[in-house]
């Protein structure tokens, strides 16, 4: 029979920081998965989506024919876009929104329904 190894206390302390950094890494990584806060991505896709469903009912492009009204929304998206307004949202979004708001963003028909789910 053979005498238990005994480990010096640094190498049993760096063992369990290892065991411990290990079981964190995974946990972040499973709380990613299963919930967590929206990427910068899903972020930038949802916020686009607002604003398409805000120019859905700008009354101004309604009057217009299709060809046109198509261009002016573009044009209006691409200001919209490039506002320092939207950059703040979008990083705020990162922070705060989570998995279960975008979903319901991404659902949303309305500009209403979007704005719900977020607040």
């Known amino acids: 029979m053979q005498a238990p190894v005994v ?3 640094h190498v049993v302390s ?3 920081a290892l065991a411990w950094f290990s079981m964190a890494s995974t946990s972040a990584w499973v709380l990613a998965a299963c919930g967590g806060h929206a990427t910068r991505e899903e ?4 916020l686009e989506r ?3 469903l805000s120019l859905e009912t ?3 492009l309604q009057k217009l024919p299709p060809p046109q ?3 002016v929304r573009d044009m209006k998206r691409a200001v919209k876009l490039g506002e320092d307004s939207y950059q703040k949202v979008e990083l705020r979004c990162e922070a705060e929104v989570t998995k ?4 319901c963003a991404r659902d949303a028909h309305t500009a209403d329904e979007w704005q719900a ?3």
């Open 14 to 16: 760096r063992l369990s």
């Open 58 to 60: 700008d009354p101004e």
């Open 117 to 119: 789910c977020i607040d």
């Open 7 to 9: 480990y010096p206390r």
């Open 100 to 103: 279960k708001q975008l979903r």
């Open 50 to 52: 607002y604003i398409d």
């Open 69 to 71: 009204a198509r261009a």
């Open 43 to 46: 972020c930038r896709e949802i």
